[in-house]
Every structure is written in structure tokens, then in C-alpha cells.
């Protein structure tokens, strides 16, 4: 702990000398130069926040986990979209986005913009990764790659000034690839990948950072050596494999290399290990906004259990520093696991932290700065 602070108080002080600011996300890692001093400050008292976990936090999010649409394409094995996902789905309202910006875009650092379903199914999308761009904020988005070459998606990627694009592509033949995305085709995701990297050649521009995304799964796992091969001859800017959360489920999908497993496990190989502390930050610097401008307690909230308040009638900082917040802030701190959405979540076993373990690999082919 003591050298975590320490360590947090050299990052802030080097970023109020130089005026910037160096995080990582999803394993890339984002500079941002002479970012205003309002910014910088609210980043220092969101992070200091993170450690006491007080009701009310110190200052605005710093990260926001946008959902465009929660309708998908595809339907994936154990996806709740797919599953079960009680909650009406639909597209976000570009106004529902830019209302949202305008109050908080200015302390605002990234915008993960998807969450539950296929965020280019949205016929906004590019309007809002514009939106924010303008505001100086960067933009990741994933997709399943379906739709990147239809329609000139490649170049409104390119055009729209996005950030990094994350092409979900879990496996290298079609009987592989569909045995989890059931529906997609294999084939159109190769066709989408050299579409927008062969765009971004015409346009020379080294915006959006592509990276291939692998989702490690039993059935898949013999591929993982002839992956690098296949990315480099796509031109892909990277090469992430990522783990698999089996939602608590005993699933046969969870992959025998230990490796490749998000969680940690007992000598006897049954439930994972638990944490004692649950290292979440998301109630102090990253709320999930669904498409319809519903705030949720977090990604996992898929089903909107915890409701926290609603875009469309009430501004984000009433939300925010409201009293359902507050409540849940209090209740996390004192005791976590007695919230049903957090005693299973990923967080809780050792080995599933969203901030830095779930990606088991990481490959930058070339020098990015996103």
C-alpha cells in the first residue's frame, strides 16, 4: 500500500510539472500532452479518492464505459446478450451521448465505447466518436468485426478520429471461429480488418491502433501459437489475447493452459481463490452508461440490478453524488461481498482484475502512441 501511494504521488506530481498524464488501458498505453490543469487536478483527486472510498467522490470520472447499442449481430455461447438479458436493448440517441459529454467531457480521459452488444449497429457511431474527439478525449471501441467492410465503415473509422479499435477474432477457421461466435462469419472479419488497415495506408494515418483480439478458449487454445503469423500478415498494430470469464458457470470452453485462465486456482483445480480486497474502481471513476442513458453500477450490471439513476431525467452530477450512489460507495467500502453483483464478479477471485490482469498477452508489432 505504501508503495502504491508513494508511487501515485510521483505520478502526480511529474503531471503537474510536465502537464501530462501517461495511463494504460486494456494493456496500450495513452500520453496525453498539455492536458488543461482542471483535468489534471480532478485525475489527482479521483485516484486519491480511490484508496480512502469515500460516499461522495473527490472529483468527475475519469473513464466512462459507454454502451452504443445493445443489440448484436451475433449470439455468442455464454454472452448474456445471447443468454437471457431481461433489459430492453436499442440504440443510444446521439443528444442521450451529447448531453453526457458536455456536462463531464472535460475531465473525461478515455471512453471505452461499447459494453453489452454491437456497438457499429448504432447509426451514430461515428458522430459520437467525433463528438468526443473534439473534447480531447480518446475513444476505444471493440467490435465483432462483422460490419467493418460494409458500406465504407473502413473510412468513417478512419475519418472519425478513433483512438483504437478492438477486432474480437477468436479463431482461425471457420469451424473454430463459430463454435463461440455462432452466426458470424470468419471471412468477413478478415475482409473487415484489411479494409480499415488498408484504409489507414491510403489516408497515412496511424489512428485508430488495431489490435486483433483472441478470446482464449478450450477449443481454440492450439491456435494460439500460429497467431502472431496471421496478425503481422494482416498489418494489425497488435495482438491481444484476453481470458475468459465463465461467469461462474462450469464450462467447458475455460482453457486447460493455466495460462490462459483468468483466474487462479487451488492445488485441487476447483472453485478460483478468492480476494480479501476487491480492487474495483468503477463507483469512484468509471460508471456504465447504457443505451438508453441508464446508469448502471457497472459493465457486469448487464441486467440493471442496480439502477443508479437515468440520463434523460436527471443531470450526471445529481446522479453521481445522488443518494443511490452514495449508498452502494458506503456499502462497498464496509463490505463489498454483501452486494449480489459484486460477491461473484470477476474482481472478487484472484487473477480477474479489469485493470490489469484479464489480458493474459499483449503484442505492440510497431512503436503506437494512440
Not at 329 to 346: G, T
Request: glycine share 6%; proline share 6%; hydrophobic share 35%.
Amino acid at each position: 500500500m505504501l508503495r502504491d501511494l508513494m508511487s501515485g504521488a510521483y505520478r502526480a506530481l511529474r503531471a503537474l510539472i510536465t502537464r501530462s498524464v501517461v495511463m494504460e488501458c486494456d494493456r496500450i498505453p495513452f500520453r496525453f500532452e498539455n492536458v488543461p490543469l482542471k483535468k489534471i487536478l480532478n485525475w489527482i483527486l479521483v485516484e486519491a479518492s480511490i484508496y480512502r472510498k469515500p460516499e461522495r467522490p473527490w472529483g468527475w470520472p475519469t473513464h466512462l464505459q459507454i454502451e452504443p447499442d445493445a443489440r448484436c449481430n451475433l449470439t455468442c455461447v455464454i454472452c448474456p446478450v445471447t443468454t437471457g438479458m431481461t433489459r430492453p436493448t436499442g440504440s443510444m440517441n446521439l443528444d442521450t451521448f451529447k448531453k453526457l459529454i458536455d456536462e463531464v467531457g472535460d475531465y473525461v480521459f478515455l471512453i471505452l465505447l461499447w459494453d453489452w452488444g454491437e456497438p457499429f449497429l448504432n447509426p451514430s457511431l461515428f458522430e459520437m466518436i467525433s463528438y468526443a474527439r473534439q473534447r480531447g478525449i480518446r475513444v476505444l471501441c471493440s467490435t465483432n468485426g462483422q460490419l467493418l467492410a460494409q458500406d465504407g465503415r473502413a473510412e468513417e473509422v478512419i475519418r472519425s478520429g478513433l483512438d483504437t479499435l478492438i477486432i474480437a477474432m477468436d479463431g482461425i477457421s471457420q469451424e473454430t471461429y463459430q463454435l463461440y461466435r455462432e452466426g458470424g462469419s470468419l471471412e468477413s472479419v478478415l475482409e473487415g480488418v484489411r479494409s480499415v488497415v488498408a484504409k489507414k495506408r491510403e489516408l497515412k494515418t496511424d489512428r485508430p491502433l488495431i489490435n486483433l483480439r483472441f478470446l482464449v478458449m478450450r477449443h481454440n487454445e492450439h491456435e494460439v501459437p500460429r497467431l502472431e503469423g496471421l496478425a503481422r500478415s494482416l498489418g494489425v498494430d497488435m495482438l491481444s489475447l484476453k481470458t475468459l470469464n465463465p461467469y461462474g458457470s462450469d464450462t467447458e470452453l475455460v482453457p486447460q493452459n493455466p495460462d490462459y485462465r483468468r483466474f487462479k486456482y487451488p492445488s485441487d483445480g476447483q472453485s478460483p481463490l478468492r480476494r480479501r480486497h476487491n480492487p474495483c474502481k468503477n463507483l469512484w471513476n468509471m460508471p456504465a452508461i447504457h443505451w438508453n442513458g441508464t446508469i448502471a453500477l457497472c459493465t457486469y450490471d448487464y441486467d440493471e440490478e442496480y439502477v443508479l439513476g437515468d440520463l434523460r431525467t436527471d443531470s450526471f452530477q445529481d446522479i453521481w453524488h445522488g443518494a443511490e450512489c452514495r449508498r452502494l460507495r458506503r456499502q462497498f467500502r464496509s463490505d463489498w461481498e454483501s452486494i449480489p453483483l459484486c460477491c461473484p464478479c470477476s474482481f472478487a477471485y484472484e487473477g480477474g482484475s479489469c485493470i490489469d490482469e484479464i489480458i493474459a498477452e499483449a503484442n505492440l508489432f510497431e512503436p503506437a502512441r494512440p
